[in-house]
């Protein structure tokens, strides 16, 4: 018997993470290798239905719902028709408005995480979804490792520290926010 960590009964569980963006792939990889779970990937609903049909044996996928050409809730719902089908599924999203939740639960999935991932809903995810108390003694995922995930080496200008921040009263007033990134 293993324990997480070194002796992790949960070592050799497989996980199967569905998203467009390799980023978040890499950011959800990297909060969940503390599991020493194995983790595979693939970056849109044809290639995770695919991988299913080839291999079935994943214990837990968190699947993204807003991909092109195949969204998340397309792929549930053809996976809940497929005779067997049982693999506990989480739906990841950058939707996190009041109700989404009920919502992707209606729609098929188990459970549902918001994104960016908080560490705590994540750890209530694997208890929840592999039956197993995580083990307090599991080394944390440091912000410097997610940083280190991204790739993103970001310096703030020592002037920049010092000034000070105004802020402006911006009720009634619109904006627009255009990025390649959901997070």
């Known amino acids: 018997t293993r324990w997480f960590g070194e002796n992790s009964p949960d070592m050799g569980k497989r996980i199967l993470l569905v998203d467009d963006n390799e980023l978040n792939i890499k950011v959800a990889s990297t909060l969940l290798k503390k599991y020493n779970f ?13 991988k299913l049909l080839q291999d079935d044996s994943y214990d837990i996928i968190f ?34 408005i009041e109700g989404m939740k009920e919502e992707y639960l209606a729609c098929g999935f188990d459970d549902y995480l918001s994104k960016p991932i908080e560490k705590v809903e994540l750890e209530r995810v694997i208890k929840t979804y592999l039956n197993k108390m995580v083990n307090d003694n599991v080394a944390s995922t440091s912000s410097t490792e997610i940083s280190s995930a991204l790739s993103l080496s970001i310096e703030i200008p020592e002037e920049t520290k010092k000034k000070k921040l105004r802020y402006t009263n911006c009720t009634g007033m ?7 990134s959901e997070i």
């Open 38 to 50: 194995t983790i595979e990937s693939c970056t849109s609903g044809q290639d995770c239905i695919k």
């Open 174 to 180: 619109n904006f627009l926010l255009v990025d390649d």
């Open 63 to 96: 699947l993204d719902d807003m991909m092109p050409r195949m969204s998340g809730r397309e792929v549930i719902k053809k996976l809940r028709q497929a005779e067997g089908f049982n693999i506990p599924t989480i739906a990841l999203t950058a939707n996190a």
